[in-house]
């Protein structure tokens, strides 16, 4: 919390005074916060989504086309979990599946104890081979998995709990592997990320270079 009250209290007799004085500027602060989120919220503020936290980031007639078009054309899709991830990883297997993507299941198939590092190991090769133009991973939250792909040369891993988080890391970063976490969204939520993160191109221009320097440190 704010702690903004120390000076002012070496001034006021009391624990009370000082106490409330903390509170009231606590209070000042906290409305400044929210304000400046508010503005920084519309700054960044993009096309169906009205709102930072949930996911209220709609797939957009663009988005719709392109995921339609990317599943007509049989996108190869490489798809792991270990078993925290397994039952979502299961459904999301389905749906790509009814939408046409060639999906590649690499495990686990089944809910005992597996180690996410091996199965973020071989959705990542995939990619890494072209053998899938994408990956997707499930385990319990999405940041394990997106931290050992991320070992990998070529591979940029998103971890996305939303559907904004899922649009700016394919437009802005190139993400070419979505991590989901099966305790921190539900199968519709998940859904809808996948939607986006599929129908969302890689806009390139100034985030080309940024991109670059990001391929430059797997040198380091």
Known sequence: MWDMGTSCAENVHGGTA???????QEKRI???????????????????????????????EAHVKSNRIMASEKIPIALGADHAGYRLKER??????????QVEDLGTH???????PDFAARVAE???????????????????MAMAANKMPG?????????????????HNDANILTL????????????ILDVWLSTPFAGGRHQSRVRKI??????
């Not at 999301?92 to 993507?101: N, P, Q, T």
Request: hydrophobic fraction near 30%; glycine fraction near 8%; include cysteine.
């Open 215 to 220: 391929q430059k440190l797997e040198n380091h």
């Open 30 to 60: 906290c409305c400044q916060a929210r304000r400046y989120f508010r503005w920084m919220v519309e700054r960044l503020r993009v096309k169906g989504c009205s709102r930072f936290g949930k996911s209220s980031c709609q797939p957009s």
């Open 155 to 171: 591979i940029r891993a998103s971890a996305c709990n939303d559907t904004l988080a899922a649009l700016m890391s394919r437009s």
């Open 18 to 24: 000082s106490a409330e004085i903390r509170i009231v």
């Open 92 to 101: 999301l297997r389905a749906y790509l599946s009814d939408k046409g993507y």
């Open 126 to 144: 995939q990619v890494q081979a072209q053998k899938a133009k994408f990956g997707v991973l499930v385990c319990g939250t999405g940041i394990g």
């Open 110 to 116: 089944s809910e005992q104890s597996a180690d996410y």
């Open 181 to 192: 976490g099966s305790r921190t969204v539900d199968e519709p939520t998940a859904r809808k």
